[in-house]
């Protein structure tokens, strides 16, 4: 019986590198379940996972940090306990802080795209602040606007109703998590990988 032996093409180490930082990255929102505050004006808890949104679209682009957070978001579904509440499974990605959920890729591409000005890498610490500041606060409205809306129309709530209990109280954190984003990138700790 003759074997057939046909030469494989290696991936290109580039896109090895970029999944590799995408999986840890993937990796450590679901690790950031470990802090989960309660809050007492919302339904939602206080976490860590959207200054790794912020993380994903500056550090990995608008390629490969909706892939990051695309892969976390598996990794929920299948059942790995990874979303907020160490809950596991499709039911949180449908229940009331779903449209959070769902809005990472989505938030991570855009502040991606405006802080690389594309898809092709460019270091986020010589990106103007500005810039950076507008990426950013384009990201947290997308996820809050998402987050909201989506909260809103399950629980059947009135606009004002959604905004004071999924939206308002975040606001100060998440000034918060902007900054931190902010410092890591420009710490010069977390060296970019060209594409």
Do not use: C
């Not at 802090?35 to 682009?61: E, K, R």
């Amino acid at each position: 019986m003759a074997t057939e032996r046909n030469s494989v093409d290696l991936v290109d180490g580039d896109v090895v590198r970029q999944f590799a930082r995408a999986a840890m990255l993937a990796a450590l929102i679901g690790a950031s379940v470990f802090v989960t505050i309660p809050n007492p004006f919302s339904p939602a808890p206080i976490t860590l996972q959207v200054l790794f949104v912020f993380l994903a679209g500056l550090v990995l682009g608008p390629v490969w940090g909706p892939i990051s957070l695309l892969l976390y978001l598996t990794a929920g579904a299948v059942g790995i306990p990874v979303f907020s509440g160490f809950e596991a499974g499709i039911g949180p990605l449908f229940g009331a802080t779903g449209g959070y959920l769902w809005s990472y890729p989505i938030a991570a591409a855009v502040i991606g795209l405006v802080v690389h000005r594309g898809t092709d890498l460019r270091d986020p610490a010589a990106v103007a602040l500005p810039i950076v500041v507008g990426a950013l606060v384009a990201g947290t409205i997308i996820i809050y606007g998402m987050g909201t809306a989506y909260a809103a129309w399950l629980l059947e709530l009135a606009a004002w109703e959604a905004i004071a209990g999924f939206a308002l109280p975040f606001i100060p954190g998440e000034i918060l998590k902007m900054v931190a984003a902010i410092v890591i990138v420009r710490s010069g700790r977390i060296e970019p990988v060209q594409s």
